[in-house]
């Protein structure tokens, strides 16, 4: 069936370069979201993309939603261990809600 | 936003029992969502609860195997039946759905 493959699956960075993880999916998207789990938590919801094209920024996290509603990436600018976690990208289409399988992000000081 | 708790938020049980996860949100929504999570792998709903009617499962998952209730708009059990050791992983409940989605603490399950 239909999913929203995300990539990559891991990813370690030392503190200070950059990070960035994407989703793609076959099908074009009502809207994304991006959420974040902490190691032990729970994932808390970040932003939300609706329109094609956007872009949305948080500080140094940087969110985009492609043209074509099919694909997005979150970019973290400079990394820090406090970013630590795994991003989950979220689509949904058809009143169907696809997670990604998450990139797990690791920070070394 | 909304505040959801669960409990327990942690259990060690045999298999062949059964485990009843309680969730409860500080304000009235129309649906809930039941997740699992594997260890570093990500969400697969199990189910959605609506309130007065019956939960919708995902494929894979059947009511016998996971009965949920939703008496009301503020609460919903999910059970975990017939327990194996297949079924260790954290279960989450979650309001929102479409748009902007909030989830409780989880429920750490490990079944020996």
């Known amino acids: 069936g239909q999913q929203v493959m995300q990539i990559p699956q891991y990813q370690h960075v030392q503190e200070g370069e950059d990070f960035t993880t994407y989703c793609n999916s076959s099908t074009t998207l009502s809207n994304i979201q991006w959420y974040k789990q902490r190691p032990g938590g729970h994932p808390v919801f970040l932003i939300q993309?609706?329109?094609?094209?956007e872009v949305k920024k948080q500080k140094r996290l940087t969110f985009q939603f492609g043209e074509a509603k099919k694909n997005s990436s979150l970019h973290i600018t400079a990394t820090q261990t406090t970013d630590v976690g795994t991003y989950f990208c979220?689509?949904?289409?058809?009143?169907?809600?696809?997670f990604g399988r998450g990139t797990q992000l690791t920070v070394w000081p | 936003s909304a505040v959801i708790s669960q409990k327990p938020s942690r259990d060690i049980c045999q298999r062949g029992t059964s485990l009843t996860i309680q969730c409860q949100v500080d304000s009235q929504v129309t649906m809930m969502f039941w997740y699992r999570q594997q260890p570093g792998q990500s969400l697969t709903l199990i189910a959605t609860a609506n309130q007065g009617s019956e939960a919708t499962y995902e494929s894979g998952f059947v009511i016998d195997k996971f009965p949920i209730s939703r008496p009301n708009l503020t609460f919903s059990t999910l059970t975990v039946s017939n327990m194996s050791p297949e079924d260790s992983s954290i279960y989450l409940c979650?309001?929102?759905?479409?748009?902007?989605?909030?989830f409780g603490p989880g429920t750490r399950l490990t079944v020996t």
């Open positions: 993309l609706v329109k094609s094209g």
């Open positions: 979650s309001v929102g759905g479409l748009y902007e989605q909030y």
């Open positions: 979220k689509g949904s289409t058809l009143g169907r809600l696809y």
